[in-house]
């Protein structure tokens, strides 16, 4: 079976989250207490990006030099890369964060073929605006990593996936093997969700070398 890595970004690839370094610095208002919102489940997603994102008026330059300054890779990447590559494993980013600032950091160190999912920046004077587009090109709220985690299971991979927030359980749940930190790992050890912890990256490397994919337990639910 072919094999597919999914991989989030903010706080998995990268040490910390991006967008919050970003609107801790640039936010013209208290963005946090729309965070409170995303966190008591009473907006989704989208919407959160979309009313935190609006108080960001600096223009994309600005941002991105700070991006270049501010952002530090999660140890192991360089090593899974090249895992993934002698494996013939297809390795993907799906992320809640903003592709500007994705595909700069991956382009400084010389991952730009990596596919990127990622919600769609829009610069404006009125402040950014991030759009988040599904496998089926429907502008979505919510379930955007799990909307891509069902669409590559049903083009017939084998789907390995690698997170550490709230927003990776839920697509988690279908993948096949699950490595989590950090908050994930937290909900995953809660929900009894089968998953290995890493702390950095070559955790996971060392995880698929010592017990690859289809000899552990899978965590895939039904697709519905």
């Known amino acids: 079976m072919k094999t597919l890595v999914q991989c989030d970004f903010d706080g998995t690839i990268t040490r910390e989250d991006i967008s919050f370094l970003l609107l801790d610095e640039f936010a013209t208002d208290n963005w946090r207490r729309v965070l409170d919102d995303y966190r008591e489940n009473r907006i989704p997603i989208g919407l959160f990006n979309a009313r935190a994102f609006a108080m960001v008026k600096a223009d994309e330059p600005t941002l991105v030099e700070f991006v270049r300054?501010?952002?530090?890779?999660?140890p192991g990447f360089d090593e899974l890369l090249a895992f993934c590559r002698r494996s013939s494993f297809r390795?993907?980013?799906?992320?809640?964060?903003?592709?500007?600032?994705?595909?700069?950091?991956?382009?400084?160190?010389?991952?730009?073929?990596?596919?990127?999912?990622?919600?769609?920046?829009?610069?404006?004077?009125?402040?950014?605006?991030?759009?988040?587009?599904?496998?089926?090109?429907?502008?979505?709220?919510?379930?955007?990593?799990?909307?891509?985690?069902?669409?590559?299971?049903?083009?017939?991979?084998?789907?390995?996936?690698?997170?550490?927030?709230?927003?990776?359980?839920?697509?988690?749940?279908?993948?096949?093997?699950?490595?989590?930190?950090?908050?994930?790992?937290?909900?995953?050890?809660?929900?009894?969700?089968?998953?290995?912890?890493?702390?950095?990256?070559?955790?996971?490397?060392?995880?698929?070398?010592?017990?690859?994919v289809g000899q552990v337990e899978t965590t895939q639910q039904p697709i519905s």
């Open 91 to 212: 390795l993907v980013i799906v992320s809640n964060g903003l592709d500007f600032y994705i595909n700069t950091i991956l382009r400084d160190i010389g991952a730009a073929d990596i596919e990127v999912f990622a919600a769609r920046t829009r610069f404006s004077p009125a402040g950014i605006e991030p759009r988040y587009i599904g496998p089926d090109g429907d502008h979505l709220q919510d379930s955007f990593k799990e909307g891509y985690t069902r669409l590559f299971l049903s083009q017939g991979y084998r789907v390995i996936y690698v997170g550490n927030g709230r927003s990776d359980v839920s697509p988690a749940r279908l993948a096949h093997r699950v490595f989590a930190t950090s908050e994930m790992l937290e909900c995953c050890q809660k929900m009894n969700i089968s998953c290995t912890p890493f702390t950095d990256l070559c955790d996971v490397v060392m995880g698929l070398e010592t017990a690859p």
């Open 69 to 74: 300054r501010k952002a530090e890779i999660r």
